[in-house]
């Protein structure tokens, strides 16, 4: 079995289309909604996918705000911008770009945000609401991820999913999405602490592979028809990205998402769907 490909790069391309219609009606009624973005420090991922975001709110008719810190920035140099941007009418959403360089609180700074323009759904209001099934902005990976598995007719309802990592931009919300009612998959969550990881995967459907570990998911490790999503991102000793997922897995998966090429430009796409959800909420 050669498996097929969830390609992010197209499905992305495909919703992008989409918001292009939607911007260009929420313009025509007065609003452009604006996507703001706090970049602190200079990791070079982190300066590229601020920098890709940017790129695709030009393509579909969406400002920028963009804040930059430098890697000295303390916390009350971080907390002020957050507070601006809450203020700022042209933002419609924006996001703290993670992780933030160390010494920075994290988990303080996404607090601070208006969970109105939360949009990446990782204020601490916005988890909440997750959890309990009420509307709120949803993280963009793990929507990505749906969005990407749904456009391809992976089925999810009555799928068992093992979902490796326990991050907050993925390994925690992933599985909440994925058991609600309208989604119906059953979920283990594996992690560093997991015992006999394979053990795990080899009765999967579906494998979300968010560990960061290079190569981590083996070929024998994985069911023959399952669904293999790659998220992790580790990089070379030639700069080139290593996933979670070791290339043999093709022969095995029945779905496999490339990496670069997958998750990624699907994690984009949701962050463009939710501020143009927030700017339509803003009209009524
Ligand atoms: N505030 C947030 N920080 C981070 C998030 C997030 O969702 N919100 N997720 C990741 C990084 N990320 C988005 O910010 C992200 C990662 C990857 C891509 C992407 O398009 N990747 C390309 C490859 C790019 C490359 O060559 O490096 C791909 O997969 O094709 C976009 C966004 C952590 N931080």
């Known amino acids: 079995m050669t498996a097929q490909i969830l390609d992010g790069k197209a499905t992305a391309a495909e919703i992008k289309s989409d918001l292009t219609a939607r911007v260009a009606a929420l313009r025509e009624r007065g609003v452009t909604p604006g996507l703001g973005t706090v970049l602190v420090g200079d990791d070079p991922g982190s300066r590229k996918y601020v920098a890709g975001k940017h790129r695709d709110c030009a393509e579909v008719g969406i400002a920028s705000i963009e804040r ?7 916390q009350d140099d971080v907390e002020k911008v957050v507070r601006e941007l809450n203020e700022d009418p042209a933002c419609t959403g924006y996001i703290v770009q993670l992780p933030l360089p160390a010494g920075l609180d994290e988990n303080r700074v996404l607090g601070l945000m208006d969970p109105a323009k939360d949009a990446d ?5 916005n988890l909440g609401r997750l959890v309990l099934g009420e509307p709120a902005p949803l993280p963009c990976t793990p929507n990505g991820i749906l969005t990407l598995l749904r456009r391809h007719g992976v089925e999810i309802a009555g799928a068992h999913v093992v979902v490796v990592g326990r991050g907050v931009t993925i390994g925690r919300p992933m599985p909440l999405l994925l058991t609600r009612r309208t989604e119906n998959a059953t979920v283990t969550q594996c992690h560093t602490g997991t015992h006999d990881l394979p053990s795990h995967l080899r009765r999967a459907d579906i494998i979300i592979a968010a560990a960061g570990s290079p190569h981590l998911i083996r070929a024998e490790d994985v069911k023959p028809g399952a669904a293999v999503l790659d998220v992790g991102v580790s990089r070379g000793p030639d700069g080139k990205i290593l996933g979670d997922v070791h290339p043999d897995v093709r022969e095995v998966a029945a779905w496999l998402s490339p ?19 927030a700017a339509e909420r803003g009209v009524g």
């Open 68 to 74: 930059e810190l430098s890697a000295t920035a303390t």
């Open 121 to 125: 759904g990782l204020h601490p209001v």
């Open 259 to 277: 990496n670069p090429g997958g998750v990624g430009p699907m994690t984009r796409a949701q962050l463009l769907v939710n501020v143009v959800e």
